[in-house]
């Protein structure tokens, strides 16, 4: 059902004005869900956003990663360092003492925040050191009361964002705590043993209901490291807690314990397909770690930073950048740079970014990115966010069958016109003249008469090579996409969209693709399977061809490997490639992942 656009703004303002209208995901597990409508309503600043800022500060920023004159961190995160270091928690926690960062400027921050573009912040008010930036009763262990510094960096922080309409996140570590007895980790150090049920009780929880209460709204919530010392009926406390005090709050797949989440977290990568349906936000370290690290001056250029960007909005995600200050308050010059270099871009592009959804077509293309801004009109919008211009001065729109109203190149405010050449069997193209030819990073919009939509038969990339998803397959007996739950800690990272359910040779999945010339094609097939599922024979049958394969296992249903299963040879039309099962070892030969025909030069 859809609701009534009237319905739809009324209940938008019941939300904004924080009236509960169910707009919260369910607060026990026999409780229904919230209805898609108000979900979709609740998330709708986070979809639009796709920028937002990590902030990684605390004691550790002090530290830079170095322990007495020794480089100490773990994967490059200097925040780590405790750990890396096995510092006794008493000798680590001296740097409170001294801990003043003068140079901290709420409204700096914010205001360098609001000029990169970015729509969020998520600041960790509590790390897996233990230390919290926020005045809280449950541990004195926090900026207000153990440093000379004394200042409630939350409280500036969240006053800031609402002053320049920043949205707040706040992340919380709420499993590992390395400084208080009983939290996760810290058993290099005897004196942090403890009950882990009291350190949830007393330090954890009240800490998130003073950061659930004391700060105004608090639009996402970020918690880091599921379960652990975290039972699942303390989860589901602190899941219910969090949810009646902030209705509407955005939170992220790492509390964990079964609890429903919003967003999925993939860490420093980005899935190659997105997450089919699935909101998603992939955090980006600007150089290698999170916290401040003194030796770490491996810093992504700002075109690698905006192409990340780009990247992940055209799959439907979001980037969290991360910025590590320093001991003393201040952001790193060298990240400042870029947050202003991506600025610059987006005051001229960011039309391309913020509001848009996921690109429409199932390619990546080689010269860039896609996006897509469905108009309130019904008329839709695609962007083309072009890295480098092919070659061939043209910018094929593969399969699209929605009429082109227009194209133009954004030019600081202006819309420079571009040629549409329109009625060739792959799909219309965008023309550009040498001189466009010649730049980078820009953005052409193409503006479409209704809806975007591309042709049920899957038309080939720009290099004539066909994309088949796994969402564009047609399933039967029960093959399906299978649901993924991605953060970027467990190494579940390696999940990645597939069909799974490939339980019988009864169960099965197709693809329709056209192509418009004859021409001979390897065939790739990504695929994840365990031990127990070696053996299985598998094929894949195009028209009278089949390509067989004996399953060799991956380590899991989760770790996905490509394989070339051969060559094929197609006339011009429309095909069929479907999947067979001829013998089944364990409970189904594999997950299947994308499948690529890639036409043989
Ligand atoms: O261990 C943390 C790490 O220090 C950092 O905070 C990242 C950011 O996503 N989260 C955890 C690792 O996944």
Not at 211 to 226: E, H, K, P, Q
Not at 365 to 385: C, E, K, M, V
Request: net charge neutral; with cysteine.
């Amino acid at each position: 059902m859809r609701l009534m656009p009237a319905m739809h703004i009324s209940l938008l303002l019941c939300i904004f004005a924080g009236i509960s209208l169910r707009a919260t995901p369910a607060l026990s597990p026999t409780e229904a869900p919230e209805s898609p409508e108000i979900r979709d309503a609740r998330m709708a600043w986070f979809r639009d956003a796709h920028f937002g800022m990590f902030i990684h500060f605390g004691l550790y920023s002090t530290y830079g990663g170095v322990w007495k004159g020794q480089v100490r961190k773990v994967n490059n995160c200097a925040e780590w360092m405790m750990l890396a270091a096995r510092a006794p928690r008493a000798e680590y926690a001296k740097a409170a003492q001294t801990f003043n960062p003068t140079g901290f400027d709420a409204d700096a921050w914010i205001q360098a925040v609001k000029n990169a573009g970015m729509r969020y912040i998520v600041i960790t008010t509590k790390h897996h050191e233990g230390f919290a930036l926020f005045r809280t009763k449950a541990s004195p262990y926090n900026i207000v009361d153990a440093t000379p510094f004394g200042r409630d960096v939350i409280a500036e922080i969240a006053a800031a964002c609402r002053r320049h309409g920043v949205r707040l996140g706040l992340y919380y570590s709420q499993n590992l705590d390395w400084y208080h007895p009983g939290g996760g980790g810290g058993e290099w150090d005897p004196t942090h043993a403890g009950d882990s049920e009291a350190y949830v009780r007393n330090i954890a929880i009240p800490q998130l209901r003073e950061l659930m209460t004391n700060y105004g709204t608090v639009d996402l919530l970020w918690y880091d490291i599921a379960n652990g010392v975290v039972s699942g009926d303390n989860a589901w406390r602190i899941h219910q807690m969090v949810h009646r005090l902030q209705p509407n709050i955005v939170v992220n797949n790492r509390l964990g314990r079964g609890t429903p989440y919003d967003v999925q977290t993939p860490e420093n990568f980005i899935p190659a397909t997105g997450i089919p349906g699935k909101d998603w936000e992939s955090c980006i370290s600007m150089n290698n770690s999170w916290g401040y690290a003194a030796d770490d001056h491996n810093w992504k250029s700002t075109r690698e930073l905006l192409h990340r960007l780009a990247d992940i909005t055209s799959k439907g995600g979001n980037m969290l950048l991360n910025m590590g200050p320093d001991g003393s308050g201040r952001m790193p010059e060298e990240a400042l740079r870029r947050l202003r270099e991506m600025g610059d871009w987006l005051r001229t592009n960011g039309e391309a970014i913020y509001g848009t959804r996921a690109a429409v077509f199932p390619q990546t293309p080689s010269w860039g990115r896609f996006t897509l801004r469905h108009g309130a009109d019904g008329n839709d919008t695609l962007y083309a966010i072009v890295f480098d211009p092919p070659a061939s001065g043209e910018l094929l729109l593969p399969g699209l069958t929605t009429p082109i109203r227009s194209a133009y190149r954004l030019d600081n405010g202006k819309k420079l016109p571009l040629k549409v050449r329109q009625g060739a069997p792959s799909g219309p193209s965008i023309v550009m003249d040498k001189e466009v030819g010649a730049l980078q990073d820009f953005v052409i919009a193409i503006t479409l008469d209704g809806q975007a939509r591309v042709s049920e038969a899957i038309a080939p990339d720009a290099e004539g090579a066909f994309v088949l998803l796994p969402r564009l397959a047609k399933c039967h007996g029960g093959m399906r996409v299978e649901e993924i739950n991605i953060t970027g800690l467990d190494g579940s990272h390696t999940s990645e969209e597939h069909l799974g359910y490939w339980l019988s040779p009864s169960a099965g999945a197709q693809w329709s693709f056209r192509s418009h010339q004859p021409a001979k094609y390897t065939v790739e097939l990504r695929y994840a399977a365990p031990e127990a599922s070696a053996g299985s024979a598998i094929a894949l049958v195009v028209g009278e061809q089949s390509l067989p394969f004996i399953v060799r296992p991956t380590g899991s249903w989760n770790r996905f490997t490509s394989v070339n299963l051969g060559e094929v040879s197609l006339p011009a039309g429309t095909h069929t490639l479907s999947l067979r099962l001829d013998k089944l070892q364990g409970e189904a030969p594999c997950n299947v992942g994308i499948l690529r025909l890639k036409p043989v030069p």
